[in-house]
């Protein structure tokens, strides 16, 4: 079962929100509904589901009603209609204590200003959250101070806000969201107000964080490199509605229509896509069976200069080029092994682009794509710049 | 062609209002007159008859404390209170600080609460701005009319007019002190599941708590202005001084009493603001 589940969730702020959503039914788009009835929407019935130890992004530019939506998920922002399923509990409809009492312990939430109180120290504004839950002082000072020590924060306890770095006072925002030991994280915009250094380092921190904690994480962003670095699904929003929901590749290579295609043309591809999106089928020769004749031949068919070597097993043992394959028909050289090279240029799958480009830049043959020895496929140069285009043919299922 | 219409009687009205309103909660004014009446003129005369040698050394120690350790303040309280001695004035002004103190406390305990409750209410906020601006507004002597009508003259009916009249700086600011708080910081209390009062005493109130200090502090220069007034219905103090020498046309004996005032007025002014600090 889905930890959360958004089901047709709308929120409609101004006098007229009835008329407003019955417009909406009718598939009016925001500007027209606007001009018509004075409201203005906010969210226009978005769903979806979080899976337990998710960290799914919820992206768009602002004004797309990310940081609504994610208000919505806990009712800082009373939704207009739809439900917010938390456990299988529908929030949108439980009373204040019931409601007060999941916030507590269920949803937690990081601000993109920090927002910690400046008459607190570290430690207390720490123990905020557990503070108002009525516990002793000694267990939540210790609980504190254990999510302190998580984020590298435990000896500035007594310190102020005021008197840490933006990136730090992140950090006790993060500190002061686990010591609830939520279910579910609530990140809204969590790293945008830190300059991008510091945004990196905040970004591994989560991601580490997460592989031992396996929170589920609701992670608000305008930053698409962000969601694409952090996000194990990414929701794109646009003018209060969800465009398109998918895995960071498939939003990059599948986009569902042209505003998401024109929101992903700028991002820095290398970053996502990996050897495995690029690389073709390979030609081979198979040294147990062929000779340089054999080899020859194929090079000419397929017009290469170069072939890869494996045996009966598909395991790489290196290449021949044409020249040499040519060379060795003439001298009469019956056996691949006299002439194969082994200074093969070798990444394996899951090698992000990135890391391929100077590899290939170093390479006078294309790479292999090897994993367990075993040769799964070639790149050549022209498919990484096609990639990095953002054309050609990306195989999203290889 | 303005004369369509013959007088309203808005003054009957007020007027009758006014005895109505004596007549029947004089079981109220009654108490409050003579019980709070003897509270007061015992709080008075105790502080007049500690020594004055005592009080100031209080004043001074504690102005070098509240100041961060700095004697700027605790010289001018020593200087300055010995002069007001030195002029025979001394009773007075003991009067007078305890009107000031009582009033101030007056207010703020009623001002904050409904300060707070215009911060969380626009309908509060709205029924009350206008109130607040007439209240301060209106001259202040007209406030000494039914205060007498109430309570007769003497101290009470001085802090009574005092407290309308000094009463709206501490509502405003408690209001915009508390509006003031970042939405974000409101948002995290609430996020992390803070009841109202929670919300209220953890986050908006220490949040807010310079703002309202600034009122507070506004509060208490108003009551001191306020009670100077009240001299003209029987309040004792400083402004007895002023106005007898205001009747008399004694220039010397008024600027004496009105340097006496000035002189408290600066060491409350200095006390409030270092509070805030």
């Keep these: 079962m889905p930890i959360i589940k958004v089901d047709g969730l709308s929120k409609v702020f101004g006098k007229n929100w009835k008329e407003a959503l019955r417009l909406l039914g009718t598939g009016k788009t925001k500007e027209e509904i606007l001009k018509e009835t004075g409201a203005t929407v906010g969210v226009n019935r978005a769903s979806f589901e979080v899976e337990q130890g998710e960290v799914f992004v919820i992206m768009g530019l602002s004004g797309s009603g990310k940081s609504t939506l994610v208000r919505l998920l806990n009712r800082l922002i009373e939704p207009t209609e739809g439900s917010v399923f938390v456990d299988g509990e529908d929030l949108a409809k439980v009373d204040k204590n019931k409601l007060r009492q999941v916030r507590r312990q269920k949803l937690s939430m990081v601000f993109q200003k920090f927002a910690l109180f400046p008459h607190r120290t570290i430690l207390e504004n720490t123990e905020f959250g557990l503070e108002i839950q009525g516990i002793d002082k000694e267990t939540r000072s210790k609980k504190a101070q254990e999510s302190l020590e998580l984020v590298g924060l435990g000896s500035y306890i007594h310190q102020y806000p005021g008197q840490l770095s933006g990136g730090m006072q992140q950090r006790v925002g993060l500190a002061r969201a686990l010591a609830n030991d939520p279910e579910v994280l609530l990140m809204d915009e969590a790293f945008s107000a830190l300059d991008p250094l510091i945004r990196k380092d905040m970004q591994d921190e989560l991601l580490d964080l997460q592989e031992s904690m396996k929170k589920t994480i609701i992670f608000i962003t305008h930053d698409l490199d962000e969601a694409l670095r952090i996000g194990d699904r990414i929701a794109l929003m646009k003018d209060g509605s969800i465009v398109q929901i998918g895995t960071p590749e498939e939003i990059l290579v599948n986009p569902a229509n042209e505003y998401v295609e024109k929101f992903v043309e700028d991002v820095d591809r290398s970053k996502v896509l990996t050897a495995e999106h690029i690389m073709k089928r390979p030609e081979t020769v198979n040294m147990e069976k062929h000779g340089p004749r054999v080899a020859l031949e194929r090079m000419k068919e397929e017009g290469l200069s170069s072939i890869y070597v494996t045996d009966g097993k598909r395991n790489l043992k290196g290449y021949i080029t044409a020249e040499d394959a040519s060379d060795a028909r003439k001298n009469d050289i019956r056996d691949i092994k006299e002439i194969l090279k082994t200074d093969v240029p070798t990444v394996s799958k899951d090698t992000p682009m990135h890391d391929i480009f100077e590899v290939i830049h170093n390479s006078p043959v294309p790479i292999a794509v090897v994993e367990d020895g075993k040769l799964y496929g070639i790149i050549v140069r022209g498919a990484v710049l096609a990639a990095l285009a953002g054309e050609g043919e990306v195989n999203i299922n290889a | ?277």
């Design chain 2, 1 to 277: 062609m303005l004369d369509f219409a013959p007088k309203i009687p808005i003054a009957e009205f007020i007027s009758d209002l006014t005895d109505t309103i004596t007549d029947m909660f004089a079981f109220l004014f009654d108490p409050i007159k003579n019980q709070f009446g003897d509270f007061m003129e015992w709080g008075a005369d105790l502080l007049a008859s500690i020594p004055a040698v005592i009080v100031i050394l209080v004043v001074a120690v504690l102005a070098f404390f509240i100041s961060g350790k700095r004697f700027g303040l605790s010289i001018f309280s020593i200087i300055g209170l010995w002069l007001v001695y030195n002029q025979g004035m001394w009773e007075d002004l003991m009067f007078t600080f305890t009107l000031v103190l009582a009033s101030s406390l007056l207010s703020v305990i009623i001002g904050v609460p409904i300060g707070i409750l215009m911060s969380k209410s626009k309908t509060a906020e709205t029924i009350l701005t206008p109130i607040l601006d007439f209240m301060q507004t209106m001259p202040a002597f007209v406030y000494l009319i039914p205060a007498v009508a109430f309570f007769s003259i003497g101290m009470v009916p001085g802090i009574f007019a005092s407290l309308i009249f000094a009463t709206p700086p501490t509502v405003r600011f408690t209001n915009l002190g508390i509006r003031q708080v970042s939405r974000e910081l409101v948002e995290a209390s609430e996020a992390f599941g803070s009841t109202g009062s929670q919300k209220l005493f953890k986050v908006e109130l220490p949040m807010a708590k310079k703002t309202i200090m600034a009122g507070i502090n506004q509060t208490v220069m108003l009551s001191l202005s306020m009670v100077v007034i009240a001299s003209m219905i029987g309040a004792p103090g400083l402004g007895r001084q002023v106005l007898s020498a205001l009747q008399r046309a004694q220039v010397g004996t008024g600027f004496v009493a009105g340097i006496g005032i000035v002189i408290l007025a600066i060491i409350i002014d200095r006390f409030t603001q270092n509070l805030n600090k």
